[in-house]
C-alpha cells in the first residue's frame, strides 16, 4: 500500500472549518483514499473514503486532487468533539492489510 | 447493535508469563483485524483473517506472537514470553465485504508488562 504523508498537528478554532491535508504521491490507479480518526482513549472510527471524486457524508468532505497524489479532510464545522488524531490511508479497494500513519493531532480550541 | 468488544480491558502481567487478548467481532463480519498502539504512536498492522483465507501475518512482530480464529468469530491474540517492549494497547478490528470495507474498531486491550 502506498504511504502517506501528514502534518503532525494542527489547530482550529471552534466553529470554523478544518482542512486536514495527506499526500499520498505514490498512490496506484486502484487505490482508495480513507479517513478515520481516534479521539484519546478509544479505537478509530471511520469518516470518509474516496477513489477520485470528491465525497461528502455527514461527518465530512474529501476533497482528491484531479492528480490523485493529495486530498484534504474537511470537517466544516469543529466542535471540541472533533479533537482527535486524524489519519489518512490509501489501500486497494476490498484489500484488508490496513497501514496506518502517524497521523494529525487536531487541536480544536473554544 | 453490538459492536466489537475486547477482552480483558486492562491485563497486567510479569515479564516471561503468557497472555491471551480475546476479540469478539460483529457478528456476520467476515473480517478481522488485529493492530497494535503504543503510548503516543499510531496503529501498527498485525494480523487479519478474511473468510475462510490463510490470514496475512506480515505484520506480526515476532514468533512470540499468534492468533487463531475459530469459526470464523471469535478470535484470541497469544504472546507468549512477554517482554516489556509489548506494553501496548492492543485493538481488534471487524469489517464486512462490500459497501465501503471500513473497520469497526473494539475499545481495545492495554496491556502492561511489568
Known amino acids: 500500500d502506498a504511504k502517506t504523508t501528514q502534518p503532525p498537528s494542527m489547530d482550529c478554532a471552534e466553529g470554523r472549518a478544518a482542512n486536514l491535508p495527506c499526500n499520498h504521491s505514490t498512490i496506484s490507479g486502484n487505490e482508495y483514499v480513507y479517513w478515520y480518526r481516534q479521539i484519546h482513549s478509544q479505537g478509530p472510527q471511520y469518516i470518509i473514503h474516496?477513489?477520485?471524486n470528491n465525497e461528502t457524508n455527514e461527518m465530512a468532505s474529501l476533497i482528491i486532487t484531479e492528480d490523485r497524489k493529495s486530498s484534504t479532510l474537511i470537517l466544516p464545522h469543529a466542535t471540541l468533539r472533533d479533537t482527535a488524531v486524524y489519519y489518512c490511508?490509501?489501500?486497494?479497494?476490498?484489500?484488508?492489510?490496513?497501514?496506518f500513519g502517524a497521523g494529525t493531532r487536531l487541536f480544536v480550541k473554544a | 447493535g453490538a459492536g466489537v468488544s475486547q477482552s480483558p480491558s486492562n491485563k497486567v502481567t510479569e515479564k516471561g508469563k503468557d497472555v491471551e487478548l480475546r476479540c469478539d467481532p460483529i457478528s456476520g463480519h467476515t473480517a478481522l483485524y488485529w493492530y497494535r498502539q503504543s503510548l503516543g504512536q499510531g496503529l501498527e498492522f498485525l494480523i487479519y483473517f478474511q473468510g475462510n483465507s490463510a490470514p496475512d501475518k506480515s505484520g506480526l512482530p515476532s514468533d512470540r506472537f499468534s492468533a487463531e480464529r475459530t469459526g470464523g468469530s471469535v478470535s484470541t491474540l497469544t504472546i507468549q514470553r512477554t517482554q516489556q517492549e509489548d506494553s501496548a494497547v492492543y485493538l481488534c478490528?471487524?469489517?464486512?465485504?462490500?459497501?465501503?470495507?471500513?473497520?469497526?474498531f473494539g475499545p481495545g486491550t492495554r496491556l502492561t508488562v511489568t
Open positions: 478490528a471487524s469489517s464486512t465485504e462490500g459497501d465501503s470495507y471500513e473497520q469497526y
Open positions: 474516496g477513489l477520485k
Open positions: 490511508i490509501v489501500r486497494v479497494y476490498g484489500g484488508f492489510k490496513t497501514i
